[in-house]
């Protein structure tokens, strides 16, 4: 008994702590299936762990002809051949081996029946999650960083990590750089044409508010993870990662915007609507957080937006759990200022965190309300698919504890292109100039940090 409790119990070694995680991610950025989760620290400081793992024991991506449902069902099968597996006593830690990867918007497409109007260029596989028996995980509250063991993970490999995060990081020197600017894929003109629509839509009912984007682009040679750092320390954000993919591509995101979290069975989501920007000054700075904490319509939209979750949670969570404790919270980050609410419930009887995902993936506060029909005008009038962009990067481990975000401020860096994403929550009083800019000003940091690179 004793050997088998042995067996079920996750190993830990101490390793010593870091607050920037790229410190340590930097041994491990060319491996394969190499993935780090950040909470953007030491500038950033609402996240509290950093995870990061690489040379997975498989690799899940979507087959041909599969549905999501399905899709979802072989990441449960996966974590039960895996075993489930707990930690040792005295540790609070939120990942003890598990998928980690990456749900792209398009994955919504295996969930619900949506038109195929928009031109899928640039070919991101609509979900990718590895299983890893390790990570390396840092708890910043608590000031430690250790690597976690699941049982599933061989003595020689565990030897092995040991001592390649022992050794002294290597030094990083690759270089990123774009050979033209990024430029939007549709016109102002464009833009308005498309709100205009979305106005005719609202006036005749179809719906209350479409999150519409566009998209900027531009060709670009080297190391993404050149990149990455570079925008981190320009933007620090809770639900940042980088994500490796085949041949030195890499998802690049810099999200503030928690999907949704499911711990112990407890689920949290925490939408984000309504941005203002930075003030120059002081003064101005806290003139524009005032605004946006008393607009009427970004109150209005949030509140939508917070309906919408309340009842996509109520398809997975135990009736009567569903209740909002945070409504219109001001967050402040390096380039805008944020309205996030959070809503919460407790899983049913006989549901999981994939359940959740099922139900409620892609998150309501980036597609619109009603959900279903704004996704179809979504895909009628954005020119190309959004790929990661409002997909999540996210873990989910064999106990079945799981964290998300909203690939909001994300990147992708493809075939010698890197594509970035900026929109917004367009309802009936919406001023299309108003709106370009705010889709432009979401995303200006990460733009103007590539540009200088």
């Known amino acids: 008994m004793a050997d088998l409790l042995r067996m079920l119990t996750c190993s830990v070694h101490p390793l010593p ?60 099968d996966s974590l039960k051949q895996m075993g489930n597996a707990a930690l040792p006593a005295g540790y609070d830690l939120p990942f003890a081996g598990g998928l980690i990867g990456y749900l792209s918007y398009d994955f919504g497409r295996q969930l619900e029946q949506l038109p195929a109007y928009a031109l899928d260029d640039l070919h991101l596989p609509e979900a990718r999650l590895g299983l890893y028996a390790w990570a390396l995980i840092s708890d910043h509250q608590a000031a430690t960083s250790q690597l976690v063991f699941h049982p599933r993970c061989e003595p020689l490999e565990r030897e092995h990590l040991i001592q390649l995060f022992t050794q002294p990081a290597p030094l990083h020197s690759g270089i990123f750089s774009l050979k033209q600017p990024m430029q939007p894929d549709i016109s102002a003109g464009q833009y308005e044409q498309a709100l205009a629509q979305i106005h005719r839509y609202i006036q005749a009912g179809d719906c209350y508010q479409v999150n519409y984007t566009q998209r900027f682009s531009a060709q670009c040679e080297g190391d993404a993870w050149t990149a990455y750092c570079a925008l981190r320390a320009a933007c620090p954000t ?31 989501t925490r939408p984000i609507k309504g941005t203002r920007p930075r003030g120059k000054d002081s003064a101005e700075d806290a003139a524009n957080a005032a605004e946006l904490l008393a607009s009427p319509k970004d109150r ?35 380039n805008v200022h944020h309205l996030v609410s959070s809503v919460i419930g407790e899983l049913a009887d006989g549901k999981d965190a994939l359940d959740l995902i099922g139900d409620s993936f ?67 009083d919406s001023d299309w100039q108003d709106e370009y800019q705010e889709s432009i000003t979401k995303v200006k940091v990460l733009l103007d940090t590539l540009q200088t690179l």
């Open 238 to 268: 809770p639900f940042s990662g980088f994500v490796s993919l085949p041949d030195d591509d890499a998802i690049l995101s810099l999200s503030p915007e928690r999907f949704v979290r499911v711990s112990q069975h407890q689920v949290e």
């Open 17 to 76: 702590y870091l607050a920037n995680p790229a410190d340590y991610f930097a041994v491990i950025r060319h491996a394969p299936g190499a993935v780090l989760l950040d909470s953007g620290r030491p500038t950033a400081d609402r996240g509290r762990y950093d995870l990061m793992s690489a040379w997975p024991q498989a690799e899940l991506t979507l087959q041909p002809g599969e549905s999501g449902r399905d899709f979802l069902q072989r990441l449960r």
């Open 300 to 334: 209005a939209e949030n509140l939508m937006i917070v309906d919408l979750l309340r009842n996509d949670l109520g398809r997975t969570c135990r009736t009567g759990s569903v209740s909002v404790p945070q409504l219109f919270t001001l967050e402040s980050y390096p």
């Open 362 to 428: 892609p998150g309501g506060s980036i597609t619109g309300a009603p959900k279903i029909r704004a996704m179809q005008i979504i895909d009628e009038l954005e020119p190309t698919r959004r790929s990661i962009y409002c997909g999540s990067l996210l873990y989910l481990d064999v106990r079945g504890e799981m964290d998300s975000s909203i690939a909001i401020r994300s990147l992708l860096v493809k075939d010698g292109r890197v594509s970035c994403w900026g929109g917004g929550g367009i309802v009936a």
